[in-house]
């Protein structure tokens, strides 16, 4: 989910080529087709739907209709996600409400009509944030959002072990996709917001989409068939410090 731009795209293009059946679920219908036409194009196999991941009928009609035209669904990547910025006292109420329902309520609902399509096991992965692990001025429904999902996917992991499915999450810092550009855009002083997150980067850049879709990749696989449960951190080392 979340697969227009960003994180999702570059998984999609990457699990593709490694032979998935991509099944990509959006908001935005347009994107989706540019993204689906992209990866058939280079021989692979891929469909899109376009649901708003907070609706629990768009969520069941898209995962069930991926699951018809693929024959069954093994992974599932949640990911789809927005910000909302503000203190608790400054972010309008609807924001916080929305910021939740998206990133955590969102990741509840793909989860739920996903289960039942795993009946060989499979592997969820939820994408998080280096912002579930550590407080983050002025983002506290963001924050909360994201903690969140990771004491739901540890829930999970217990629920949905004895069916062989493995839950985890995946938890990026800065990588430059149109969300984290629309942020520094917000910025009054944009440039010197973004030389700041590469200044608290230990490895002093910004990450790409590729560098999380391959992370999402070995979650995905059997490459990580002991791991559930488990939070995965790829961000630069941001969070070592
Ligand atoms: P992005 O804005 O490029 O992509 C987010 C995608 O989610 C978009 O395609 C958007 O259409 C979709 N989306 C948003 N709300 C939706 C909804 N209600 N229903 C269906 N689709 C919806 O952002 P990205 O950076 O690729 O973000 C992907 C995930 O990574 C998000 O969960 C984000 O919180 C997380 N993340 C991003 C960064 C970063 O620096 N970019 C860092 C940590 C975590």
Redesign the pocket.
Known sequence: ?????????ASARLFAAEVARVGI????AD?IDRIVNEIQAAGSKACGQT????RSDEVQQAIDAIAAQFGGTHVLFA?????GHGSVVEIPEDDFRRTI???LF?GFLCARHAIPHMTDGGSIIF?????ALVGSKRNAA?TAS?AALIGMARSMALDHAPDGIRVNVL??????????R??IDGHEDSAAYAQMIVDETPLQR??R?DE?ARVALFLASDDSSYMTGSTVVADGGATAQ
């Not at 649901?51 to 907070?54: R, W």
Request: charged letters at 20%; hydrophobic letters at 35%.
């Open positions: 989910t979340g697969g227009v731009s960003g994180i999702v795209a679920i959006d908001r935005q994107e649901a708003d991941v907070s990911n789809a996600g927005v910000s329902e998206v990133n969102g994408t998080a944030s280096e912002l963001y994201k938890c990026p810092g800065p990588i430059d996709t149109p969300m984290l629309r942020s910004i990450g989409p999380i």
